[in-house]
């Protein structure tokens, strides 16, 4: 019995110390991995694991009798397998665009910034004409147009508006740019471009989200909002390093952690895939990493990879009953360029400056339950000189027109009543003087 024991011990010592062989390997890989950020496409990192491993084996293995000297190759050769999946693709690396949509021609527009975008008009219908065009910045801030958005854009056009919108270069159908030109500033000078591509005079904007960030940027270039008639800034970004670093509060709880899980394909569960965003999103990789190429990586990034960040964008209330806001095959977005434009703000110097000489007369949308840090949006309030309203959406998260209840139509009223100068449907709150109230009350 005493023999067994110990034979027993003995095989569970080589089975502990295997694995802790394996553990490491894989460690150093992952190390090896950041140093390189990723070299041709991970291989970099994975010979010089396999190298050391098969190197550190040798020498564990000289002193071994020959029918054992193979045992502790076996960690290194499993941990080689186990690595090798960082290293090979399982999608297209070079770009699939989404299909065309079936309810809207698209476009591509060659701007002057050397941008090529997809661009999506909807006509006014019905018998009111806005003599305005409106253009609508979705969010992303580099992801496609979601349908849910354009059921949106198109109950504006049936309200009269000549709408526009284009997915920014790199997202949805536009064509990718070289990584390192993925800024803020650029994609300020996108939206310029575009509106003096489409040639119509002053437009209306709307921006959203991300697309909130890039207008209320614009509004701080007098040679970009000069082309504007009025803007609403829907739930914001941050707008520069200053309000990017803000610790603050959101707005009333989210459905995130409530929501049901996400249905459907997920990049995050395949190694390559899990490894490369996860080391993006920690700051790890950079966005121009050599693990995974742009294109591959908008091929590989699926809607369910964003399941919680969409959840973050509805009411608690509305947890059950969340929408799906696009379909798998005009969903897009790529997460490095996304990430790079981010640090670009994180690296912006404070706008507020700027800023304050905005003259081009503006809107503030917020919702009760949104899930931006309330400081980003009450940044551009107390900033921006111009803004002539702020309409507090109750009863709706960080996506307000989501096609649940009214939603749609409430939104929609509240920013034709801005663009047409109408009395608002809603009290003018919070204002500038009510901002530290309203932040107290952690509204």
Not at 182 to 189: E, G, L
Not at 285 to 312: H, I, M, R, W, Y
Request: glycine share 10%; with cysteine; net charge positive.
């Amino acid at each position: 019995m005493g023999a067994f024991a110990l034979r027993l011990v003995r095989l569970a010592g080589r089975v502990l110390l295997a694995l802790a062989a394996l553990v490491a390997s894989v460690a150093v890989f992952l190390g090896t991995l950041v140093l390189t950020d990723g070299a041709g496409s991970g291989i970099a990192a994975w010979l010089a694991t396999l190298g050391l491993g098969s190197a550190v084996a040798f020498w564990r293995s000289r002193r071994r009798e020959r029918a054992a000297r193979l045992v502790p190759f076996a960690p290194v050769l499993v941990a080689a397998a186990l690595t090798a999946t960082v290293c090979v693709p399982t999608v297209p690396t070079s770009r699939r665009f989404p299909p065309a949509l079936p309810f809207v021609a698209t476009q591509h527009w060659s701007l002057g910034t050397g941008s090529d975008v997809a661009v999506y008009h909807y006509p006014p219908a019905g018998s009111v004409r806005r003599p305005v065009p409106l253009v609508y910045l979705n969010g992303g801030p580099v992801r496609g147009i979601s349908v849910l958005d354009h059921r949106f854009l198109q109950l504006l056009a049936r309200q009269g508006y000549d709408v526009y919108t284009y997915e920014q270069a790199g997202g949805g159908r536009s064509r990718l740019l070289p990584m390192d030109q993925y800024t803020i500033a650029r994609s300020v000078r996108d939206l310029g471009a575009f509106v003096e591509r489409l040639g119509k005079g002053k437009v209306d904007v709307l921006g959203f989200s991300s697309g909130g960030a890039v207008l209320t940027r614009a509004l701080a270039d007098p040679a970009v909002s000069a082309r504007f008639h009025r803007a609403v800034v829907a739930e914001p970004g941050p707008m520069d390093g200053v309000t990017a670093k803000v610790a603050g509060h959101k707005g009333r709880p989210s459905a995130r952690g409530l929501a049901p899980s996400v249905t459907g394909p997920r990049s995050t569960r395949t190694p390559r895939y899990a490894v490369a965003f996860g080391l993006m999103r920690l700051g790890l990789l950079s966005p121009e990493s050599g693990l995974v190429g742009q294109a591959e990586g908008v091929n590989a990034f699926k809607a369910a990879d964003l399941g919680s960040d969409t959840a973050s964008a509805y009411c608690a209330r509305d947890a059950h009953r969340i929408p799906v806001e696009d379909t798998a095959d005009n969903f897009s977005f790529s997460a490095a360029a996304s990430l790079h434009i981010q640090q670009t703000v994180k690296d912006s110097p404070p706008l507020a400056p700027r800023l304050r000489r905005s003259r081009t007369p503006a809107m503030l949308m917020i919702a009760e339950c949104s899930s931006q840090v309330r400081q980003w949006e009450t940044a551009v309030l107390a900033n921006d000189p111009a803004i002539q309203r702020t309409q507090y959406m109750p009863g709706v998260g960080h996506h307000m027109w989501n096609g649940l209840d009214d939603n749609n139509a409430r939104a929609a009223a509240v920013v034709s009543a801005f663009l047409q100068g109408e009395r608002a449907p809603l009290p003018n709150y919070p204002t500038r003087e009510q901002i530290p109230a309203f932040l107290g009350d952690h509204r």
